[in-house]
């Protein structure tokens, strides 16, 4: 069974540029999360998507968005990019039914804004 | 909204000797604390999970305790190895509900010296 993909692995960008992430999560899996990784704030919550619905939000400003496709393939995009968005994005996907928990991680993205 | 603070946020330890990583959480209604493991360049990965019906759960060398009452919970290794050497992250959820919000701890960076 293959993994949590996503894609790309490394971005650069311009401030005030946008960007789109892309997550493919594990197949049979309705869950997908987005978290935001830093070095002095470890792994906060960006948003949850189940079977096409975000279900919860995080602390992040309306920059920051995402959605989710029937197949679960989730993107996330974040818009008018400033420096201090550089961080690995990590999606992860758990099979999202009741009682479920574990969450499988994927690679991440590697932003970096300039 | 969840809470979790972990410490410490560096641990060193001889090989050989046990490690112990604290967590404490705000939210009473949380009911599913996973520990992840990232090691240098890589995905977080599950190493062990813990429901609240549950004081203690064990796994080979590592272990992980709840106390309810207090809102804290705790990951044990004995006998490290360098092998252990990584970022382990503590996390707090509410399942189920075919959804989860999962707050993780910032992190502890733990050394094990040969």
């Known amino acids: 069974k293959a993994g949590v993909t996503q894609t790309p692995r490394y971005l650069i960008k311009t401030r005030g540029q946008q960007v789109t992430l892309s997550c493919s999560p594990i197949s049979g899996h309705r869950s997908v999360s987005w978290y935001q990784q830093t070095p002095g704030q470890g792994l906060q919550f960006l948003f949850e998507y189940f079977s096409e619905t975000q279900r919860n939000k995080g602390n992040f400003p309306g920059r920051f968005s995402g959605r989710q496709f029937s197949n679960s393939r989730s993107e996330m995009n974040v818009s008018t990019l400033e420096l201090g968005d550089s961080a690995l994005y990590l999606c992860?996907?758990?099979?999202?039914?009741?009682?479920?928990?574990?969450?499988?991680f994927g690679q991440g993205t590697r932003l970096t804004v300039v | 909204g969840e809470n979790v603070e972990q410490h410490p946020s560096t641990l060193s330890v001889q090989e050989g000797d046990s490690a112990v990583i604290k967590c404490t959480y705000s939210d009473s209604a949380s009911n599913y604390f996973p520990w992840y493991k990232q090691e240098l360049g890589k995905r977080p990965q599950l190493i062990i999970d813990i429901r609240s019906n549950v004081g203690e759960k064990k796994d080979q060398r590592i272990a992980v305790t709840l106390n309810k009452t207090a809102k804290h919970f705790s990951l044990h290794i004995t006998e490290t190895q360098p092998e252990d050497s990584a970022v382990y992250f503590c996390?707090?959820?509410?399942?189920?509900?075919?959804?989860?919000?999962?707050?993780f701890g910032i992190g502890t960076k733990l050394q094990v010296i040969p």
């Open positions: 996390a707090a959820s509410r399942v189920p509900g075919g959804y989860q919000k999962v707050t």
């Open positions: 992860a996907s758990s099979p999202g039914g009741g009682g479920s928990t574990e969450a499988f």
